[in-house]
């Protein structure tokens, strides 16, 4: 598995998430389940901290160029108190970055290139674009798995997430009576 396939089913899965979030009551959203926590304590804190990492490590550190710099999207990233702003923004802003980081695979970057996490230290440490993006959806994931626990201690059932969900099935050859793939292409375009 890459990068871009893996993203690719994070997206699938957040925006899966997104949606059942917008059926939660308001008051779910901003109900504080982490008391002793130091920044995040509400499921609308949690959604915005996943953005607002990806917004930094990949489009800020990574690239030169964060969504949350300025304008309809600018926050305190270190503190966002998240309750002050509606779901729909701040999906608004996941979409953007979501966006932005798709364009940025899709255009082929070189994923064993050095990228310094402190961009303005010249002894900085230095990490590949892959390290740094596996260690994006890592945080992803771990993050959506607190989100779905908050959203069953709020007595709802969350939506299934897992990656089988999404991934595209492959036919094996005594699935199709012989015939491996279906006589499809290798790239499968033909579904």
Known sequence: MNVSEYYAYL???????????RALPQADLDRDLIESGDRFHT?????????????????SVARGDGVNREGRFAHDWVKPDA???????????????NERTRAFLA???DMNRSVKLVQDDPASDTVTLDQLMWHVMTHEVRHTAQITLMIRQLGHTPPWL??????????????????????????????
């Open 83 to 97: 309750a002050q702003y509606d779901l729909s923004w701040i999906i608004e802003y996941g979409r953007e970055v």
């Open 11 to 21: 997206s699938a899965a957040r925006e899966h998430l997104w949606n059942f979030l």
């Open 162 to 191: 897992d990656y089988m969900r999404f991934a595209r099935p492959h036919v094996t050859a005594a699935q199709s009576g012989g015939v491996d793939g279906l006589g499809l292409d290798d790239d499968g375009d033909d579904l």
């Open 43 to 59: 499921i609308k804190d949690l959604v915005l901290h996943v953005t607002d990492v990806e917004d930094h490590w990949v489009h």
């Open 107 to 109: 255009s082929g970057p």
